[in-house]
């Protein structure tokens, strides 16, 4: 099976809801990991730091983004799990 276009859908919606604009150009180079699940009807859940970039403000912005959605549309028909797994990273913004 193939889902891409799901993995798309939330690369999508997460880039939708990430606002760069507080960020310190400082900043960039650094690597945030949030993890969170997607339960059947595509709600995100357990919404957490994996890793920390070691820029609060870069952390709290993709934290926040991810927890600003309230669905991700249902998960694909042909996945039987009851949610999956998702370890998603944001890069600050390169500055010139």
Do not use: C
């Not at 990991?33 to 952390?59: C, H, K, M, N, W």
């Amino acid at each position: 099976m193939h889902w891409a276009y799901y993995v798309r859908q939330i690369t999508n919606k997460v880039a939708q809801q990430w606002y760069t604009g507080m960020l310190d150009p400082r900043a960039s180079g650094h690597r945030v990991y949030i993890t969170f699940q997607v339960e059947r009807d595509g709600s995100p859940t357990d919404i957490r730091i994996a890793q920390p970039s070691g820029d609060a403000t870069l952390d709290q912005t993709a934290l926040s983004a991810v927890q600003h959605i309230d669905t991700f549309g249902p998960l694909p028909d042909g996945y039987t799990g009851s949610h999956i797994n998702v370890t998603y990273y944001f890069d600050a913004p390169l500055h010139p």
